[in-house]
Structures are given as structure tokens and as C-alpha cells.
């Protein structure tokens, strides 16, 4: 095992209490790059860093939390731990989920694709991945944030390239001009409750992809506001518009 590089079982079930004996027969997995289908239960968070430091070269990882339905019941894994994870995807698993159980997640700083699956956490939470440098494709999907409004301040995801939301019930979004300074792709799938996208994206010099997919009629209309902005306005007669209802 350890030799073991890439590692996929499905609902592989990870339950972080660990006793004297288990973790004595815990060996660090040095040269497991990815991992997936793992399920994890909630633990005390110094069993959950002891947990995270088997694998200290983790490149990528997939996985499950499972709400305990509890305040004082979730404590999950400090991702900051796994220094070299560059993607990570983190879903929730279980039938009663307490959205308040997941709030207080930090993340790797060298991490470049981030996404979140139906954890339900406030978009005031957005802010501590808006400060991640390094990160280049995010992907936001099935009420993984819940709330009216999503606000980006001032100079959030310098390096984000990709943006994926999906299935979100939010209606306002609102950044500004020094946000998201590197973006080329913006992807918005099923969020029927959103108004507008925002004006900004008619000035941002990266930007080449617009995609509205079963949305309202106002957020097709502010798309493609945003794509006469970039060809009247910042001359990109390549930029692209792609709206499918």
C-alpha cells in the first residue's frame, strides 16, 4: 500500500475516531496523488489532522461529508493540511445535513480547482476562497451556497480563469470592476431565480465566454448586454454569447 499512487472505491466510509491500535497500523501513504469515493464522519479536530497527514503529497481529492445533523457534531477535516492539493471536491452525503456544521472550512493555498456540491453555506463564506491566489477553475453547484445575494469585493479570485454556477437559488450578484481580473469563462447553468449578470463582465479584458443555460429571461437579456459591451465597447469581436433554454 505504500507504493499506492491513485486510490477510487466507491462510498469508502472514513470514520475519524481513531483508537490506539488503528493508528498505530495507519501507514502515511507518500505517494498517493488522488484519492476519490471517500466518505467522511465527523471527528475531533485533532483526529481529523491527524487523518489528513497520512497523505502528505495529495494532489487531488474527492469526497463526502456526512452531516450529523448537530451543531456541535461536525467537525471536518482542515483541508490547509494537505499543502501539494491542487484540486479538490467536497459534496455532502447523508439524509439530514445542518448547514451550519460546514462553515468554517479553510483550504489549501496551492489549490487550482475548487468544487463545492449542497453544503449550504452562507455567500459571506465566498470570501475566504476569493483570497485562495492560486486558484483558476471553480465550480459552485446544487445549492452548495444558499442565499439572496452573492457580493465579490475588490480584488477576489485573482487568478480564477473558470467560473461554473449551477443549480443556485441566489437572484443578485454583484462584483466590480477589479474582480475576477483573469476570468475567461463563465459558466451559468439552472439558476432560474438570478436577475442579471453582472455589467462589469462588459469591461473585463479577459473575458471570452458567456454561457446562460436553462436560466431566466433576465439573466439571457444581461448576457447579452455583456456581449455588446465587449464588441462595441472593448473591440473583442471574438467574444461569445452561448444561451440554450
Keep these: 500500500m505504500t507504493s499506492l499512487r491513485h486510490l477510487h472505491i466507491n462510498d469508502l466510509y472514513i470514520d475519524l475516531w481513531p483508537s490506539e491500535q488503528s493508528e498505530n497500523q495507519l501507514e502515511d501513504l507518500d505517494n498517493l496523488q488522488t484519492c476519490s469515493g ?15 497527514k497520512r497523505f502528505p503529497n495529495l494532489e487531488k481529492l474527492s469526497c463526502q461529508l456526512y452531516g450529523s445533523g448537530t451543531p456541535s457534531g461536525n467537525f471536518f477535516p482542515a483541508f490547509e493540511t494537505l499543502s501539494q492539493l491542487k484540486s479538490l471536491k467536497i459534496g455532502v452525503s447523508g439524509a439530514v ?3 451550519y456544521g460546514f462553515e468554517d472550512f479553510t483550504y489549501p493555498s496551492n489549490l487550482k480547482k475548487l468544487t463545492l456540491v449542497y453544503l449550504r453555506l452562507p455567500w459571506s463564506k465566498l470570501s475566504t476562497i ?26 477576489e479570485f485573482p487568478n480564477l480563469k473558470v467560473l461554473k454556477l449551477k443549480k443556485l437559488g441566489f437572484s443578485e450578484w454583484t462584483a466590480s470592476d477589479d474582480s475576477y481580473p483573469n476570468l475567461q469563462k ?14 462589469c463582465f462588459g469591461s473585463n479584458c479577459t473575458l471570452q465566454l458567456i454561457e446562460v443555460r436553462s436560466c ?11 456581449k455588446e459591451m465587449q464588441i462595441e465597447e472593448m473591440g473583442n469581436s471574438e467574444f461569445k454569447v452561448i444561451i440554450s433554454k
Excluded at 471517500?38 to 489528513?52: A, K, N, R
Excluded at 439573466?219 to 447579452?224: F, T
Design 130 to 155: 476569493g483570497r485562495l491566489s492560486n486558484l483558476e477553475v471553480m465550480k459552485l453547484e446544487e445549492n452548495s451556497f444558499i442565499g439572496r445575494k452573492w457580493d465579490v469585493n475588490d480584488g
Design 97 to 99: 445535513v445542518d448547514p
Design 186 to 199: 463563465v459558466l451559468v447553468h439552472s439558476c432560474w431565480s438570478l436577475e442579471e449578470i453582472p455589467e
Design 216 to 226: 431566466g429571461d433576465n439573466a439571457v437579456k444581461s448576457a447579452l448586454k455583456v
Design 38 to 52: 471517500m466518505v467522511i464522519y465527523p471527528g475531533v479536530v485533532g483526529d481529523l489532522q491527524y487523518f489528513m
